[in-house]
């Protein structure tokens, strides 16, 4: 394995900028690490090595600088690039190009970043084990009989892998801590409205945030950095300037954190976690007082109601967002034989095009909406989302951010639980309150657990994204980060 796939994405910055090693060449030996592992991985969808080389080739040139020029980055499959298919890892886009650009990705292109390719995910973003993309299921590098998370997986294990230093995820109900967490890599979600979802194939439109994914805390700030901001083609984008996490995650590294409160969630301290993971959680919280940190128990009362609320409301916007899948525009087409009706091509598209999960969840959104059950479920789940989100704002009246594991458990064997669905939606049990609140979140490696990575979760107060890359930073530096078996 070349050095510079182990390198994190600022040592890559600073040897680019000194022009100790060339764009390209750090591009060429990303690519190289692809094709060399992704056959046991399964990270890509599509590897774009023409473009990427292109655009290593233009920051050589000098015709682009700043903090991550020349840094490859990796992209998931839902969030659209013009001219490289984009598919939301679905049957039904299968081979689809856009012919525009997501914003994110016109700001990676901006930095100078060249990207690699597209990663794996569930179907539309729906699923935490990354076992119901259409092309196959993506693998843990920690034990490849695993599952790297979802839905972002394939994001969370090209990083894991040394595929790529950088990674873009998405995150509806934890899709990018919870991957995150069981592959022993870093990933944020920032504050709903803070990154742009213009270019995003939408799951839940009031839920999915785009944020970045990494190795180090540090390169997560630095890649938050490059794709956060105002939007105006994003009606939910926020018209502020972005916390300064760069600075936020250096002086965290100093391993200083007198007179921060950390808040434990008194509903996620009970009998939901296995051994191991509360192990590593209390260890870890032990390690951020010694630094010191003051540790508060808080009581968040109806957080316990966020997995049930979560999924009527996440499902009734799937169901209006993936209406436009209709077999007409774009897309698959089944069943166009010219002696069937409009609605019975569009049935036999959706059959064929949508997955297992898609469907239920479909039926499930569309059911919460029908005449006679809008207000006693869509309607009722909004106001526990209105609950949650007091909760939250009580909590931070107290504390200065809220810490919890990321997920109950590590990452789990393939089939283990599809199943059963609710085992399944169980993954993302600490991960989806916040989503329902619209805060900041993010994941970090805290230690293993049966030898497995188990993640750390740190959530601060909407638009305090800096709060949390600090005491990440700072928990990176007591425990360090986590290396996984070589392939």
């Not at 012919?99 to 690699?116: F, H, N, Q, S, W």
């Not at 504050?191 to 785009?210: E, K, N």
């Not at 169980?426 to 188990?454: K, M, Q, R």
Request: hydrophobic share 40%.
């Amino acid at each position: 394995m070349s050095d510079l796939t182990r390198m994190s994405a600022a040592d890559l910055s600073k040897l680019i900028t000194a022009k100790q090693v060339s764009a390209v060449e750090v591009a060429t030996a990303h690519l190289d690490r692809i094709a060399a592992v992704d056959d046991r991985v399964h990270a890509f969808l599509h590897v774009d090595r023409e473009g990427a080389l292109e655009a290593a080739a233009a920051v050589d040139r000098g015709e682009i600088t700043g903090p991550l020029a020349g840094v490859p980055i990796a992209v998931k499959d839902v969030v659209t690039t013009k001219g490289i298919p984009t598919t939301a890892a679905s049957k039904i886009l299968e081979g689809w190009k856009p012919p525009y650009d997501a914003t994110i990705v016109e700001r990676l292109k901006k930095a100078g970043m060249p990207i690699l390719g597209k990663t794996n995910m569930d179907e539309f973003a729906m699923g935490s084990s990354t076992e119901y993309s259409a092309y196959g299921p993506t693998n843990n590098p920690w034990d490849l009989g695993r599952i790297p998370g979802g839905s972002g997986g394939g994001s969370a294990a090209a990083i894991a892998a040394y595929e790529a230093p950088l990674a873009i995820g998405t995150d509806t109900g934890g899709s990018i801590r919870q991957p995150g967490a069981v592959t022993g890599t870093v990933g944020a979600k920032p504050t709903y409205g803070g990154t742009s979802r213009y270019g995003l194939i939408a799951f839940s439109s009031s839920l999915d945030t785009p944020g970045p994914c990494a190795r180090t805390v540090e390169d997560t700030a630095l890649l938050h950095a490059v794709i956060a901001g105002h939007d105006p083609r994003d009606s939910t984008s926020i018209n502020q300037a972005v916390p300064d996490v760069v600075r936020a995650a250096q002086i965290g590294k100093n391993g200083d954190l007198s007179g921060v409160k950390l808040g434990v969630v008194k509903e996620f301290t009970g009998d939901g976690s296995e051994p191991g993971v509360s192990a590593a959680f209390k260890e870890s919280l032990e390690a951020l007082v010694k630094l010191g940190a003051e540790v508060v128990e808080v009581s968040c009362p109806h957080f316990q109601y966020a997995l049930p609320a979560y999924y009527l409301i996440a499902p009734s916007e799937c169901s209006s967002n993936l209406a436009r899948f209709d077999g007409v525009r774009y897309g698959l087409r089944e069943g166009d034989d010219g002696n069937r009706s409009l609605e019975e091509v569009m049935s036999l598209t959706r059959e064929a095009g949508f997955g297992p999960e898609v469907k239920r969840r479909i039926i499930i959104g569309t059911y919460a909406l029908s005449s006679g059950y809008y207000d006693a479920y869509y309607g009722q789940a909004q106001k526990v989302r209105t609950l949650i989100t007091r909760d939250f704002q009580s909590a931070f009246e107290k504390v200065d951010v809220l810490v919890s594991p990321t997920t109950p458990f590590v990452a789990f064997p393939f089939g283990s639980r599809t199943s059963d669905p609710y085992q399944m939606y169980l993954a993302d049990l600490f991960t989806i309150p916040t989503n329902l609140y619209g805060g900041p979140a993010i994941s970090v490696p805290c230690g293993l657990s049966e030898g497995l990575p188990v993640g750390f979760q740190i959530m601060a107060p909407t638009m305090a994204d800096d709060r949390m890359y600090r005491v990440a930073a700072a928990l990176e530096s007591a425990v360090g980060t986590l290396t996984p078996p070589a392939l």
